[in-house]
């Protein structure tokens, strides 16, 4: 097994500000978002809408900032113990022998998404792609963007290998969800993609939840006009 610290992939990637939206970028004429907010799709588009849209900050959760520091620790620990490589040469080892590589920029311009694979296995069997989670249960927002990344993976890479989708509990080997990224899987994912690049566009409506659970801890409770705490916006 070899640890693999992949670099230079995005050294030659133009990417620009849209001009209207919060965080999307344009590549090569076409948008681009992260693979992240697909979680927010999950949770509330009108999330989506008040945060990149309308532009309203909220504060980070304790929740967010424990995961970026925990998500830190790893990576920090990983690459103490890892070899610079190219994505190249780390898909090339992989065919004789098991490459593990961690926070992996990945992205594709045909579906204008981008984000950082938190850990992928690549054995000469097949490909493992990991995100971890603070918890030990599989959300569809979750799902969903497990399934981006390898969307992301075998667009960018065009690897023929057999790829597995996983979900593993932060901090810890439990690996508490995992998927054959197969046709069924990357049809549903490509049309989640679209509806976003939709929402973003202007074309389809945000659509909030009608979970009173999820807008009692929303960031965005208080300037949502869909809240009990909001006020229209």
Known sequence: MKNKSINNYNSNINLTKHPKVKGLKVYDGINNFSISWLNKLGYCEYQLYLEHLKGITAPDTKSMKKGTQEHQKLEDNFKAHATPATLEETIEISHEEKTITREMFIISK???????IDEIWMTPENIVIIDDKPGKRAYKSQIDQIRAYCL???????????IIGALRQRGTPNIFYKENFDETNQYNIEQTIKRMHSLLKGEKPFMHTKNPNKCKSCRFNTQCQYSSKGEKV
């Open 110 to 116: 045909k579906y204008g998404i981008r984000g950082f």
């Open 152 to 162: 992301a993976f075998k667009d960018t890479t065009k690897d023929p290998r057999p």
